[in-house]
Every structure is written in C-alpha cells, then in structure tokens.
C-alpha cells in the first residue's frame, strides 16, 4: 500500500512543473520586448533633438539666415490717363442689303454687271425681254382710244339731248340716260388708262436698275434664263460698303455711364480690332442704342457707324469692338506687372528708402493697357517692384540695377557677382574676387598664373 501511495505522489508532481514551464515562456518574451521599446524610444528622442538641435551646414541654414540682396525691377508711380473701354464681341452689319429680284416673268436677255463691281443708285444690271409687254401695251393703248371716242359721242348727244329737253321736244328722262350713259364711258376710258399705265410700268420692270449704292455679289441667274417673280434668289445680291456699322452688346451695368455720357453730347468713340484683338481695322463713333434690354442675356446693342473707306470691315465679320466710355485723367497708376494677388488681396511690394520691400494693400480701378489705376494705397513717387517677386518676401532686401540692365545681369561664369569697383579687363579673365589687370593675358595651356610650367609628377619605384 505504501508503495502505491508513493507511485502516485510521484506521478502527480510534474504536472505542477509542466505549468511552471508554460509561465516562464511568456515572461521571457516580455524581458526580451521591453529593452527593445527601450532602445527604439532613446533613438528616437535621439533623433528629434538632433534634427532640432544639431548646427545646419553653412551651405543651406547659413544661406538662408544671411540671404544676399534679391536683384529686382522696379517703377515709379505716376499720374496719367486711364482710358475706360469696354471690349465686347461685334458684327459688322451692313446698312442696307438688297436682293434685287424680277419684279416680272419673262426671259433675262441681258446682265449688264460684273460680280464685286461697285454700283451706284439707278445703275443698269439685267434686261428682260420687253416684247410681249410692248404688245400689252398696244393693245391696251387701242382699246383706250376706242372708249375715248364713244365717250366723246356720248358727250355730243347729252349737249344736244339738253338743248332738246329746255325745248320740251323729248322727255326728261331720255336726257337723264344720256348724261347716265356719258359718265359710264368715262369710266371706261379711266380703266383703259389704267390698263395702259401697268403696260408702261411692266416695260419699266424689263429694265432693271441698281436701288441703292454698293458693292455687287456673285451672281445669282444667267442670261436666257426664264427668271419670275418667285425667285428665292433673285437675279443679283448688291451689299451697301460704306458706311458700315457694327452691332455689339454691353451689359447692362454699364449703361447708366453711356448714357450719362450721351447726355452730355460726347462723342464716344468706337475702335474695331480684328478677332485675334491685335490689328486695329477702323476708327469709328457710336451711332445709337437699340430700345430694350435682352432680358435672356441682361445685354444692350448697340451700332456703331465707321466710314471704312479702305473697306477692312466686311459684312457678317466678327470683330472685338472697344467702346471709350471715359477717361480718367491725371490719375495716380500702377503697372500691371507690380500687382499681386495673393492672402492681403490685391498687393505691391513698394521698395523703402532702405533697399528693403514691404507689402502694401491697393485699391485698383480700371485697367488701360500696361498701367492700372489706383484708387488708394499708393502715391506718386513709391518705387515699386515689376520684376522678380517670385521670391520676395516681407522685409526682405532687394536690389535695383542699373538703367539698361535687367534683374540679375552681372553675374560671372563662376556664379559670383563681380565686386563693387572691380571689373574685367581685356587680356585676362576675371577670377573669383579678383579682377584681372591692364597688360596681363591668360595663361597658356599647362602654366600656372604665376608664369611656371607645370610638371608631371610621377611615383618613384619603390
């Protein structure tokens, strides 16, 4: 029994160390993981105090702390006129455009233009055939001689039907049907010369004439071609060249000021550019405003008249049309390259008595080519920067070249700037801090500048 006893006993007691062995793993795991997060949290700490700490090499932090002057362009400010002008988009629109058309039927026996010739009011163009309407005519011309003379009997016997009734020797009543029966053939004389008048006017139409002045297109019917008076196209298209006008629209903002300066009786003049708004094509003045606003596009149109005696505005041409509507003058004005946009706005870096930039607000008001006028912010005489403001900054120091220089000129191969009072003579080159002198020449290929040769070294044997 005993013996069993101590059998069982010894069977029971490795399981308790089993368990022991299973907690040792864990917590050499952890004495293995707590020294690393250790050494990663010291190089870390390590490593933002030396980013934050540690000198920055002279080349970048050096450079940075003692920046050299920026080379810069500058201006001064000054008072001028700034022109007002609104650029719109336009049409060149004739004045008047005909399509002459056949007021008849008949054969178009003759055309007497050529396609682009200028015209001018009654000028001959086609003929057609007058035949037939010369027979009308005739004949309308016979008939109106044949009611003639029954109207003239007619009369006759009234005088004598009158003479006769004062007499009593007929009835009252056969004189009134003869004054009844006189009246009737005048009305039938009228209608014959009625009939004759529309033969003359149709002789008329067969000759076709120019209505207005201007220049002729290409041509619409041959000759011996049936034209009528249905005709879509008509015989030929004649375009009045000048004057011309030009239809474009402004909005409707700037309609108080127009008309404000209509009132006034100014002229306002009307500039036409080209569709690329390079080439200037004509010189103009507003001629009149159209009656109502389009409310779809808020706009106004407007025509302006130009002369166009060199004939560079053709009909249906879209132009850029500039309307003067103002001019401010002796005002104070910018340059356009001086302004800035950026988190103060609309901003000039104005250079100081000291050769350093700050940054100072503008108010701007309309622009006239190069220059922007200024309605507060700066006064005539501040110098301010046009050129190299890409790295500028506030306070920072500038420099302003010469006249006839541009920012940055001056520099060397080497990449220095040559010193102040040093300059480069003929004969040698300019050496970094040093200026060459009057008689020296370059060194040959192989010597030193202090006149030796150089050799050539070679390793002893060993």
């Known amino acids: 029994m005993d013996e069993r006893v101590d059998r069982t006993e010894a069977d029971v007691e490795p399981a308790p160390l089993s368990r022991e062995t299973r907690v040792a793993r864990p917590s050499r795991l952890r ?24 000198p920055q090499p002279a080349g970048r ?25 609104l650029n719109e988009l336009g049409t060149v629109t004739p004045l008047a455009t005909v399509t002459v058309k056949t007021q008849i039927n008949g054969q178009l026996v003759d055309v007497g233009f050529k ?20 027979v009308t005519l005739e004949q309308a011309q016979g008939q109106l001689a044949h009611d003639q003379g029954l109207l003239q009997q007619a009369q006759t016997n009234l005088k004598r039907f009158q003479t006769l009734g004062r007499q009593d020797s007929i009835a009252q009543q056969q004189v009134d049907d003869q004054r009844y029966l ?33 220049q002729i297109g290409l041509r619409q019917v041959d000759a011996g071609n049936y034209v009528q008076t249905s005709d879509p196209n008509g015989v030929v298209v004649i375009t009045q060249m ?70 560079l505005l053709y009909p249906n041409q879209f132009v850029n049309a500039r309307l003067l509507v103002n001019t401010m003058q002796d005002t104070v004005r910018v340059p356009v390259p001086a302004v800035q946009r950026g988190e103060p706005g609309t901003f000039v870096y104005v250079i100081n008595a000291n050769n350093t930039v700050s940054v100072r607000p503008v108010k701007l008001g309309p622009t006239d080519g190069g220059y922007a006028a200024v309605l507060s912010g700066l006064q005539p005489g501040d110098r301010v920067v046009t050129d190299g403001t890409d790295r500028l900054r506030d306070g920072a120091a500038v420099t302003v070249p010469a006249p006839g220089q541009t920012p940055g000129r001056g520099q060397g191969r080497t990449g220095q700037a040559a010193s102040p009072g040093q300059t480069a003579q003929p004969g040698q080159p300019a050496q970094p801090g040093q200026s060459a002198q009057p008689g020296q020449t370059p060194p040959e290929p192989g010597q030193r500048p202090d006149g030796q040769r150089g050799q050539r070294h070679s390793t002893p044997p060993q």
């Open 31 to 54: 004495r293995l993981v707590i020294p690393v997060i250790l050494i990663a949290v010291v190089l870390g700490v390590g490593w933002y105090w030396w980013s934050h700490h540690a």
């Open 242 to 311: 000048q004057p011309i006008s030009v239809i474009f629209s402004v909005p409707e903002d700037n309609l108080p000021d127009i008309i404000q300066r209509l009132h006034t009786g100014a002229t306002l003049s009307v500039e036409a550019y080209d569709r690329a708004n390079v080439r200037k094509l004509a010189t103009g003045q507003l001629g009149t405003l159209d009656n109502q606003i389009d409310t779809t596009t808020g706009t106004l149109k407007l025509r302006a008249m130009f002369d166009n005696q060199d004939e």
């Open 61 to 85: 932090g050096g450079a940075a702390q003692a920046a050299p002057p920026q080379p810069v362009g500058a201006a001064t400010i000054d008072k001028g006129d700034i022109r007002i002008v």
């Open 115 to 134: 396609e682009g010739q200028v015209v001018k009011k009654n000028d001959f163009l086609a003929q057609i055939d007058p035949r037939p309407f010369q």
């Open 182 to 214: 006189v009246a009737q053939d005048i009305g039938t004389v009228q209608s014959d010369q009625a009939q004759v008048d529309s033969a003359n006017l149709n002789l008329t139409y067969c000759h076709i004439v120019s209505p207005i002045e201007g």
